[in-house]
């Protein structure tokens, strides 16, 4: 579970599929079943990166993979280089 939750997803011109299985994987490991299509995820992720990228004025957003209270989340990093 500690490579899971130290994974990240960078959306964008570097891509996502590899950090989505990443996620998907952790949610299953958590117990979360999996609601949302993976084409459904992306989309969903894509909105919010161009928010985030707005927001904090930063060339891509990074998705980091986190568990908390025993639920599985994404918390973006702005990458400004």
Do not use: H
């Amino acid at each position: 579970m500690d490579v899971l939750a130290g994974s990240a997803l960078v959306v964008g011109a570097l891509g996502a599929a590899a950090g989505v299985a990443g996620i998907l994987a952790a949610r299953r490991a958590a117990g979360s079943p999996d609601e949302v299509s993976f084409e459904n995820f992306i989309a969903k992720l894509k909105v919010n990166e161009g928010k985030l990228k707005a927001q904090y004025q930063c060339r891509a957003v990074r998705f980091r993979v986190v568990m908390k209270d025993g639920k599985v989340t994404l918390k973006p990093v702005p990458i400004f280089a």
